[in-house]
Structure formats: C-alpha cells, structure tokens
C-alpha cells in the first residue's frame, strides 16, 4: 500500500482590479478594494493574469499598502493564451485545467484581469470553469465592477437586466443590433447593458441617437470610481440636447431601459 499522500488543493482566489486600467488617474487602491481583498492577494505567489506587465503593476501597488508574500520576480505568473483575449472563453473553447497546476499542488491561486473582476466581461471564465470540475474551492473577492455601479447608477431596472458585451463594429449591423436590444428592453422591461472600446465610445452615443427612439432612456457610465467619473441618465430626446458626456479616452458602460 502506497504511503504517498496527495495534497490538499489550493484555492482559486478571483481578484478585482481597480477600474483605472489604462487611464492617466490612479487613485488610492484603499478608495475601491477593501483591505481584505488586498490582503489575501499580497499573499499570493502564483497567478493567471490576463496581462503579465499589468498584473506586476497592480501588486507593485499592493505591496505599498501591504507587503507581498515575496518579491515581484519570485512571482509566479501565467498569462491566459492571447486566443483567449480575442475570441473570449466564456463559451467552454479553451480547456484552462492546466493553469491550475499550482492549486492542484496545494499553492492558493490568483485569478486577474486587468480591471474589475475577471471573468466578468474580461476573460477568465475558462479558469474558474476547469476549477470547479477540478474540485478547486473558488473565491471570489470583494471589489468594483463597473457593470454593477453603472446600472445601480443608471435608475433602470434592476431587478432584470441582461450584459450582452460589445456591438458589432459594422454601422449597419449595430443599429439593427440596437433596435433589437431595445426591443427588448422596451416590451420585457429589461435593462440592457452593453460596453465598447474606449476610442468608439463617441461612435456609438452617435449610433444610439440616432436609431433609439425619442423616449426611451439611455445611460452612460464612464471613468467610473474615479475623479472624473461621469454618469448620465436620461430620455434620448434630451440626450441630443446635451454636451456628449462620454469620450474616447475611458472605459464607459451603455444602457437602456424605459
């Protein structure tokens, strides 16, 4: 009888990012993610990133409030394959169970995306996929996700509403896309969020005004937990009456709702 004892597996920890990736704003970590969560990631020494560069920046930031478990160079970061960026893996395509080798080896795990919580609009579904088919416990930390604050923020509905990610980029097929989005949102009630590349935000306030109709309302979150974060609520017939409160340099959330 073989005295070899496997080990008791580690936990995949799901770590927010703040939501200033990309931007020239950098608040205080303390302002958005609680100690706790900064706590539990400083003491992570193996990770899956959806950025390896980005990822040693954030944990540069943590180390500031709290120290790391060890030095940024003895980190272990695997970052997820770049198919898994373009196509996304929210639809089960990519098999992420060798990632979690450390976990399996006993290491708790890290999961990070490069703003907000991963798998949540950013990649990383995959990974807590394969865990729970691993027997992996999966952790999720508290942290800003910018699709949540938006709608709170938005006076839509709350109770039902549906993430339906990024537009098509084709003028034509967007517009069709929205009138079928706010078809829905106007005969079921049901609040629909959508996001879009920073630089097309002005795009596509272009191509909501013009193709939603008069009263039904539109909302747009922008730079959101930063200092100059915008939100705007309202009917689109008095959006074309407002100075566009969007622009191509941040991340923004869309909605619409009646």
């Known amino acids: 009888m073989s005295n070899i004892q496997t080990p008791q597996k580690g936990t995949l920890y799901l770590v927010p990012a703040p939501l ?3 931007c020239d704003e950098m608040p205080d970590l303390q302002a958005t993610l609680p100690l706790g969560t900064l706590t539990v990631a400083a003491g992570l020494q193996h990770w899956v990133c959806e950025n390896a560069k980005s990822a040693r ?18 980190m272990q970061l695997v970052e997820l ?23 399996l080896e006993g290491h ?7 703003a907000g919580m991963p798998a949540v609009a ?8 394969a865990a729970h088919d691993l027997g992996i416990t999966v952790v999720p930390l508290v942290g800003p996700v910018s699709l949540l604050l938006a709608l709170a923020a938005s006076g839509l ?33 049901q609040t629909q969020l959508f996001i879009e590349t920073p630089y097309r935000n002005l795009a596509m306030l272009q191509s909501l005004l013009q193709t939603l109709q008069h009263n039904t309302r539109l909302s747009i ?5 930063l200092q100059r974060a915008k939100l705007v609520s309202d009917s689109v017939s008095n959006w074309k ?11 923004a959330v869309f909605s619409i709702g009646r």
């Open 20 to 22: 200033d990736f990309g």
């Open 57 to 74: 920046a954030y944990l540069k930031r943590i180390h500031a409030i709290t120290p790391l478990c060890c030095s940024i160079q003895d």
């Open 81 to 103: 394959p770049r198919e898994v960026h373009k196509k996304g893996d929210h639809n089960g395509n990519f098999d992420a169970r060798g990632l979690l080798k450390p976990a």
């Open 108 to 114: 708790d795990l890290g999961l990070i995306s490069e």
């Open 122 to 129: 950013d990649p990383g579904s995959s990974v807590v996929r």
């Open 157 to 189: 509905n709350g109770q039902n509403f549906a993430f339906v990610g990024y537009l098509p980029q084709d003028a034509s097929e967007r517009s069709q896309r929205i009138r079928e989005l706010e078809s829905l949102a106007l005969r079921h009630g």
């Open 221 to 225: 979150g922008s730079g959101l937990t």
């Open 241 to 251: 009456k407002k100075t566009p409160a969007v622009d191509n340099t941040t991340p």
